[in-house]
């Protein structure tokens, strides 16, 4: 079996062999032995890469996948060769479908910082929202033309909630 | 001969936890309240008794007043200990008590009333010769004012706008050249912002530490000062991670800090737990900010270097007893750190997160402490601060405790809400920090989210188990799909054995 | 200059882990090594780097010393701890690393073998002026002799069959009066049994306390005692709770107490930490038994007192250099406690249990300290020994100290297999336990399972709570029927949809 | 509703009644107020009688159900009324039915202490088993006449294997 990982920018083939009871990796042209175990307390493995020891979590995001390690938690995407080849004949990624602003936790709208037809850039502050007796800027990840506004200033959020949608530039 | 004998705690989440701790060591009844939201809240779980005191939002529970006071007369409490927040420092809350017949685990009243009025609490450590930050007793009006009292005080200075706040009509001036420039332009912002352009000087604080001093009152003149607490690491003014003692004192320093925090206890007849807070500039010198009359979230690392329980201390005194030490105060031992654990994405500005605590392994082995408010499958709750927990760790030398603290953090296992685990290693591992060049500008100078990101092993081991997560799930679903082709025969099966009827 | 990097831990469970976190805050490489259930155990997730080293039994993998070697080799660790237990007394193993060139992190190979001989340890205490059980030289074979030598070391004296063993041919004597019976009675037996009837004399004591010595040595002669430890609460012969400083013990008794342990220890040239256990009578003579060349299951309770972190002195030595504390050795603070938490059902004889831990939630707040080998979910192996946690406190006194673990022990949560914890609480609460009255007899004296029946409150609870639940099972059932009507109209609904074709 | 629930000997009659939202208890006659809770985190409840405050575990065990309180693990009967006379006319319970005693965990049989046809006491010494370095006498709850030895002394047993019969004397 062969997938294609992307995580943070950095893009990889990661194909498997299997020995037997034994699972190798080979990833980036690299011979890997890791054991991978299902650990009974939760949604995580224990990872043992070349004897390294590595506890990950993996859960299903809205995009893709999320990694959570060390407290990090890292989306990642992983694909059949095919389902790569046909997404960049279409053009590519989350970026290209659009992007659309949640509430990130219950809240209430106190200032909206765009309106339609704005050009927001990645990590620019859309919206900000009072929640925990705190004021909280959204960001937006990729940006875009904001085409649509879906909260009035001073409205209660609840999480997911869209609140802002933006389309690609020049898309 | 102990008076008190059921205590109910005024609170929720961490501290009620450790106040129902103590109560328990000591033989005293713990009573709970609980907000609807909180039915299944730890402290709930852990008190001798808990009550309902109504919905979730804190106004119409927990600061109900009324209701709380009512819950604490049926349940027959003789002592209600607030903890921190909510009614720790609430005049009325105390006076309501005392006219129930109930104590107030505190300070009087009136202690609570004379402090918290911040002016006042000036006046009370200037009479107690408690230097304050050097500023103009009044509005200045000339030039010349400004200049002569900065030949006093010296530069750098601020220009603060009478009517202002909010960071608008303030100017940071280094020099008398520079002066002439900002007062006119300062005193037009003020103007055009408030009508008003009177102006404050004060001498202004480039990288202030904050660091304050635990004192233990028992309300007799008797005042122990319990050494001091570096709470300089901050965030829109949230302490992050506070330790003791603090890396600026020397000795002498420590004892003058000492000495004019029991004068100001001492000014007010304190009682109880207090904390006088300090800012600190680059030359050490230290100015009196203001008095919290409760206990702190940080008060376990004081506990860690002096082998005191605080909240027992606070009860002996409540039931008219001396401090379990009398004179002679312990000498801390050793540095002891506290690290916030809070549900909140530093990546993402730090912004509050919540949801369900999916997994949770604390960190545990020598010299580790936690004091966690929450537990594996608990719901964090959108209407209260998001402190989880309290990581606190001793060693003998600063050195030692920040690698413990950095092996404990490394420990930490918590899944579901975002929260500040990696920032407090980032933290810690920070040259500075193993310096002990703090300031309450320290994020501000050293932290942008990018040194979160993990490193190349860790995004490489991360990169392999989602490949072979992805794989077991392509497993998973071949497997699926063979029992549904399965299924579709059987149903067959049973099509053809009812047309066989 | 440390020459030590990568340490591998020759040992499992919550031992394993506490050698990690030294590791890690040295900045040491931890290496684990795991049999195959063990594969997902604490101490595989919380280390560096992880190798199997063989199936289940431990024969087969812990104690595999080829395989083990031949891990730490390939591993390319420049030191192994043994732990307790498995290789922790091996001289052969010893003298194996030491081939191998990898530091063996403990005493010499010539220590571990000279102490291990019981008889030359015996040898070794007199030499040193210790005192050891006063006892016959040798056999003794007239009645005369026997009571010359009663005169000598007074009653009441045990006669031991030389050949004997396994309790056969042993008599308590407590007066000149009765020794002519029990003299031929006892021979009688021996020969009896054993074909042989010299019999030996020693000194009987009816409440020994076991109590021992920690001590610490560079191995260039500087050795330091932190103090003693009580562990005379046993069953078995398996410790279940200990404790320091010792109630039995006064200043004078403490500081002779660890001039012997000292002497003994450099009389050997001791290295790294060990112990010296010593029986006491009911005057608080203590006597010499043996030394244990490792560190102790019950280490942490020094820990708590002295500050120091025994791990990492043991590496400091390994690594040849000097204790952290050079000559000065710090004073002990306070009292600490630890509860063994086992996997066994003391009301049933104290069996053994295995199984999933199916909840768990550690004590925490002031003074309290876990070091557990299991989680939430972990299956606790069949082949090892059945300590899943150690609950250790802290407090400035032993009442304090007491009541802090009865709370501890009363906020522990664990669910799955059945364990020791409301023994703990008994045992805590024992009138007798509280007054420090303690021996080795002292559950044979005070035990019986009927303590552990919960009160009336709690039995009243729990069957309320069975009748509640019932309640909700019963309902469920209820909707899960109607669920199934529903199917059933489904069904029906399917059928006549065929039939219409 | 209504339940005969027994434990540690005690039997007490529990009824029902439900008023809107709460639930209140009837016990020994004794009106109860009682706010259960299942917990997030097992098969455990919050219970609050009267403000009390208890964690109760209830799981199924091989006879009737199993609370653990503190620590303590207690076997309850719970029956309808109905239920409760029917075992009454059949002559009562476990006891009746005879016991086997089971392994409680993997180990070796060292010693057997009773043979086919002796009379066993309640909590009396039956069989010696072996497990985690250490000799465990496993011991009868009611005891009477064994009836079947089902393992041979040296035989390795696995966890809830049957080791010996006993039926009740006279029964």
Known sequence: MKFWVTLQGREAEVEFHTEGEKVFLEADGRRIE????????????????????????????????????????????????????????????????????????????????????????????????????????????????????????????????????????GA | MARIQRVLVANRGEIACRVIRTCRELGLTSIAIFSEPDRTALHVLMAD?????????????????????????????????????????????ARACDAAGIVFIGPLPETIAALGDKLAAREVATRAGVPIVPGSPGAVTTLDEVKEFARTIGYPIMLKA?????????????????????????????????????????????RPRHIEAQILADGTGRVAFLGERECSVQRRHQKLLEETPSPAFDAATRKAFGEASIRIAKAVGYRSAGTVEFIVDEQNQFYFLEVNTRLQVEHPVTEMVTGLDLVAEQLRVADGLPLSFGDDTPTPRGWSMEARIIAEDPARNFMPSVGRIERVRFPQGPGVRNDAGVYRGYEVPVFYDSLLSKLVVWAPDREQCRRRMLRALDEFVLEGPHHNIAFHGWLLSHPEFAKGNLSTRFLEEHFEPGVLRPGPEASNAALLAAALHEREERLRVNVAREDATNTGSAWKWRGRARSGR
Chains 1, 4 share one sequence.
Do not use: C
Not at chain 2, 54 to 74: D, F, K, T
């Open chain 2, 49 to 93: 008794e808990a009550y309902p005191v109504g919905p979730g939002p804190s106004r119409e529970s927990y600061l109900n007043m009324e209701r709380v006071l009512e819950v604490a007369r049926r349940a027959r409490a003789d002592a209600i200990h607030p903890g921190y927040g909510f009614f720790a420092e609430n005049e009325e809350f």
């Open chain 1, 34 to 169: 890791a054991d991978f175990v299902r650990l009974p307390d939760g949604e995580v493995y224990s990872l043992l890469i070349d004897g390294r020891s590595h506890v990950v979590r993996v859960s299903a995001a809205d995009e893709g996948l999320e990694v959570e390690i060390r407290g990090a938690i890292i989306p990642v995407e992983v694909r059949h060769p095919l389902e790569k080849m046909l997404l960049q004949q279409g053009g590519g990624r989350t970026a290209a479908r659009g992007e659309t602003l949640l509430a990130p936790m219950p809240g209430v709208v106190v200032l909206l910082r765009v309106q339609v037809g704005d050009l927001v850039q990645p990590d620019q502050s859309v919206v900000v929202v009072e929640a925990m007796k705190m004021q909280n800027e959204l960001t937006a990840t990729h940006g875009g033309i904001v085409t649509e506004i879906l909260v009035a200033e001073k409205s209660a959020v609840s999480t997911g909630q869209p609140l802002v949608k933006m389309k690609p530039e």
């Open chain 2, 162 to 206: 009478a009517a202002g706040g909010g960071g608008k009509g303030m100017r940071v001036v280094r020099s008398d050249a520079a002066l002439d420039a900002a007062w006119d332009l300062t005193r037009g912002e003020a103007k055009a912002a408030f009508g008003d352009d009177r102006m404050f000087v004060e001498r202004y604080i480039e």
